[in-house]
């Protein structure tokens, strides 16, 4: 009898575990669709940045020219002067990515699933690894420079103090050296800054069809 209660208890207990891990699969995708939703919401504020910059920065020859030339202040300057204070950071929900991987839970999904989830982190840590790097390393450099390029304002400070962008940008120098130097960055800076929209958009969309695909697959809501 104490056999027969020993290997009934074993088999329930085998029996509960097998339950709960065919009901985990579930779980995590779950809570993987509302991390992808955070996301998307997080990438749009990211992509509406860039793509702000991407204006802001358009054609800085002719901003270049007109200065070099005509040895004034343009418009134009106001929006580089803003465009390159800085950018707002790659921010992603990990929560569920971190229990796939540091619990496991990968193993326990279809090869589908695991591979479509692996691919979604991998350009996830790549995009906040080219922020991190070149990105800050122009962002650095450029700000260096533009310290040098721009005067001191009341206006200027009034706006950082309000946290808006400054209505009115002076040039504390019309160096041609420096201003060819700084336009130079400026214009790598630009490149990097479309590059992050690009990849941003890029795993934007992915996120969108994964959400989509594995509300259908789970009959998620």
């Known amino acids: 009898m104490l056999f027969l209660a020993v290997t009934l208890g074993f088999f329930v207990e085998n029996q509960r575990e097998h339950y709960i891990e065919h009901k985990r699969p579930l779980q995590y995708m779950t809570s993987f669709v509302e991390d992808l939703k955070t996301d998307t919401s997080k990438f749009s504020v990211v992509i509406k940045g860039y793509s702000k910059k991407e204006a802001q920065l358009d054609r800085l020859y002719l901003c270049y020219d007109s200065i070099k030339l005509n040895n004034t202040v343009p418009v134009c300057i106001r929006n580089i002067y803003s465009a390159t204070i800085g950018y707002d950071d790659f921010i992603y929900t990990d929560r569920t990515l971190q ?21 979604y982190d991998q350009l996830l840590r790549y995009l906040l690894k080219v922020e991190s790097t070149s990105l800050q390393e ?33 040039l504390a120098s019309t160096d041609k050296n420096l201003l060819n130097r700084f336009f130079n960055e400026v214009m790598v800076y630009r490149f990097a800054c479309r590059f992050q929209l690009r990849q941003t958009i890029k795993l ?8 989509r695909f594995y509300l259908t697959k789970y009959h998620l809501k």
């Open 204 to 211: 934007k969309e992915k996120a969108i069809v994964l959400i």
């Open 99 to 119: 229990q796939l991987k540091n619990a496991g839970g990968l193993r326990l999904l279809e090869e589908e699933d695991a591979d479509s989830i692996i691919s």
């Open 138 to 170: 122009m962002q650095t450099k450029v700000r260096a420079t533009r310290n040098s390029v721009f005067s001191y304002s009341e206006d200027t400070e009034t706006g950082w103090t309000k946290g808006t962008e400054p209505g009115k940008v002076n």
